[in-house]
Every structure is written in C-alpha cells, then in structure tokens.
C-alpha cells in the first residue's frame, strides 16, 4: 500500500484517464452550446423589404427596412415588422431543435442503455 508520502502514481493516472474520458464525453455538449450560442433565426415579409434577426431566446438582433417599405405605410409597415419577427423566432426554434437533436443524441442512447441496465 502506498503513502501520501510516496506519491500515488496509480491514482493519478486513474484520475487522469478519468478525466480525459470525461472531456471527450462532454466534448460535444461544448460543441452544442457553441452553435446555440450562434444561431439566429432570419425572418422576411412585405415581398423582403422587411427582414428581421433574432437570437435563440426570440430576442431582436437585426432589423432591415428597405425605404421601399416606408411606402406601406405606419400599420401595414409594423405588421410587416411583426410577421418578420415571427418567421424569425420560427426559424430560430426549428434550427434549435434541429441542434438539440443532433447534439443531444448520442446521450439520449446513453441514457436509454443505463436504464435498460437498471430496470
């Protein structure tokens, strides 16, 4: 048996491959997030004149109005706005389900085997 005293090289190793075993695991959790944390959803109404950008939390980003658009008029022009946005924040949940999805996949088998183990 070894001592604090003597150093633990087995256990170091064993922590060390522990670890590493655990960083290519989260590896693409950290891949994930890095997407998440660059998507934004896109949104277009009144023929393109208007063009919107939301981040994932449904947040405006980005607003384009072509001066064409100043033509429709205040309330045409503000439900173009609104419809832009909504295609936007759609856009946006459909790219994040399509991200959880595919990063989140591997571990939903992970999880099913565990619980195939344990029932």
Do not use: W, Y
């Not at 256990?11 to 891949?31: K, S």
């Amino acid at each position: 048996m070894t001592t604090p005293d003597e150093g633990i090289p087995i256990v170091d190793a064993e922590i060390n491959r522990l670890l590493a075993e655990f960083q290519a695991e989260t590896r693409p959790l950290e891949a994930l997030q890095e997407n998440l944390n660059s998507l934004r959803g896109r949104g277009a109404a009144a023929n393109g004149e208007v063009e919107v950008e939301v981040l994932p939390s449904g947040a405006l980003s980005g607003l384009k109005i072509n001066p064409r658009a100043l033509r429709l008029g205040s309330e045409a022009l503000a439900e173009a706005v609104l419809a832009a946005a909504n295609d936007a924040a759609t856009d946006a949940a459909r790219q994040m389900s399509e991200m959880m999805m595919g990063g989140l996949s591997p571990f939903a088998e992970e999880a099913r085997r565990f619980s195939r183990e344990q029932g």
